[in-house]
Structure formats: C-alpha cells, structure tokens
C-alpha cells in the first residue's frame, strides 16, 4: 500500500537530512518570483433578490466570500534561494532517478543555465510547455498561457521512461493517418496541452498555486514504477502526492506554510498519510485530530 509522509518545515533543512540515492523522482513547483503576493478566495453564490449577481432567467444571486489562501512570491535573488535545494535533489536522487522543475517565463531561462552547472547540460533531457487556454485575455501582448517544465535526468544514459503507459491524444487530422491509426491516437510531444484546475470542480483545493492532476498523473506514470519513493519539496496543495498515491507510489511532501499543510490534512484525511513538523516528530495521521498548530 502507498503512502503519504508530509513535513511541515523549511525544505532546505528537510533536504539535507534525506539519505543520498533514496529518491526516484522529484518534481517541484516552487514560487514563480512574480513579486505578487498569489491568492485564491473561495466564494459560494445563494438565491437572494437583493444580490450582486444575475444568473439565469435573471434570479439574482449573492456572493459569500469563504476562505482566503496565498503567499509571497518574491525573492530579491530567486536563484540564490533554489540554488542549494537544486544541489541537494541532484545529491537525494537515485542513479536513474529524473528532476522535473516546474516554473514559468519569469526564471526558467536563469534556472536552466543553473540546472546545467549543477546537473551538467547533458542530463539536460526536455523542456515541456503545458499549455492552457483560459484566463483574461491582454491588449498589450501576446497573452502568456503556458508554463514550462524541465526534466533533468541523474543519469543521461539510464533513466526511467516508460513508454508504454503514455497516454494517446486524438490526431488532429485523423483522415490523413488512416482508420487504424486514428482509433488508437498519437503520443504527445513536448507541448502539452491541459486544462487549469477548474475553479469549480471537485479537484480545486482552494490553493492559490494548484497544478492539475493530469500533468502530474503523466510525469509520475511515464517516470517512475510503481513502489518507487517520489519527492516534491514545494508541496502547496499536495497534488504531486496524490498523483503519486493513486499510482501505487510513496511521496515525501514538504512545505512551510501552514494553510498549504491545513489544505492537505482536510485533502488526505483517509489515505495513508502521516505529518512530522521540524523536529521529524509525528503530529497528524489519519487516527488522529491532532492540529497542525499542536
């Protein structure tokens, strides 16, 4: 049975305690550095005629704001911050072991130059653009709907890719390739194309950050077996661990912010998972009620 192990502490500190080669893969979404604070507000809507909304057939509606959740993003020097944990996960993954660092168009150009030195340019094996489409439109650019993810490999010649679990998409023009080969689809490139997490579906957490299931579903099937231990030492919502889990593998989970670690006791209530704060002791696990503030 997989498992959750979740820690509540600064990650550089978590990362120096984590035996050499015990890892075989890590993702990490750490914060973008767009010097904003990112925030998600979670609102309901109810039936009420001296509402602030009109929906269908014009019955008007209200707004209840919920809850709030965000952080800081920003860093007077973003690479001295990601430069010693990137040097740690190189040093904690295994000798076949991937990285994939998921960032955007702010700090990826910065942090590949980083990744090379510390990795070398050959275990340097793709840059991924998720592609969205969602979202307001500018007037003064082009309008940024993508991220960028890169995959660095331990090992440039041994490596897993499990090509067999890739999922197929539909051909774009299936009349070309002819009836069989439409049925069974095409595997993706390096663009990936996928949904944000709705802000209405069951998925979305509240978490300002949240990252969908579907990419993380794919990198864990594709670059790790099943029982192998998985790593993502900027947890926020926790989306990489329950990737991890519903595919049959441990995860290691860090973070230091207490809404992000409240959001993943309520995520995880009845899985197989344990929270340790600083001092490695146990201060949740799903027997227990035990507040992250305890």
């Known amino acids: 049975m997989a498992k959750l192990e979740i820690f509540f502490e600064d990650n550089l500190n978590w990362l120096k305690r984590i035996e050499s080669s015990s890892i075989n893969l890590i993702y990490i979404d750490p914060p973008f550095n767009t ?27 209200k707004s209840l704001k ?27 993954l295994t000798k076949n072991g991937s990285l994939f660092f998921h960032l955007d168009y702010r700090e990826i150009h910065y942090c590949k130059v980083l990744l090379d030195e510390i990795f070398g340019r050959d275990s340097f094996i793709n840059e991924i653009i998720w592609s969205y489409d969602y979202g307001a439109r500018s007037k003064k650019k082009w309008s940024t709907k993508h991220d960028n993810i890169l995959w660095y490999a331990q090992n440039p010649d041994n490596y897993i890719f499990n090509y067999d679990e890739i999922d197929r998409i539909p051909y774009m023009a299936p009349s070309l390739v002819g009836e069989e080969k439409a049925k069974i689809g095409k595997t993706p490139t390096d663009v990936w194309w996928n949904t944000i997490v709705s802000p209405n579906g069951k998925e979305k957490t509240g978490y300002a950050t949240q990252k969908p299931l579907g990419i993380l579903n794919r990198i864990v099937k594709i670059h790790s077996n099943s029982g192998d231990r998985l790593c993502d030492f900027f947890a926020g919502s926790g989306s990489f661990g329950e990737a991890a889990y519903k595919l049959g593998r441990d995860c290691l989970l860090v973070d230091n912010n207490p809404q992000a670690i409240e959001i993943m006791k309520k995520r995880f209530s009845n899985y197989n998972c344990t929270f340790y704060n600083e001092l490695n002791v146990m201060i949740s696990n799903p027997n227990s009620s035990t507040s992250i503030q305890d």
Do not use: C, H, M, W
């Not at 604070?37 to 009109?54: C, F, H, L, M, P």
């Not at 809850?67 to 904690?92: Q, V, W």
């Open 35 to 61: 010097g904003k604070t990112q925030q998600r507000t979670q609102i309901k809507t109810i039936a009420d005629n001296e509402g602030d909304r009109v929906g269908f057939g014009n019955k008007k509606y």
């Open 66 to 92: 919920l809850s709030t959740t965000g952080y800081k993003d920003s860093f007077d020097d973003f690479l001295g911050f990601i430069e010693p944990r990137l040097i740690e996960a190189k040093r904690i």
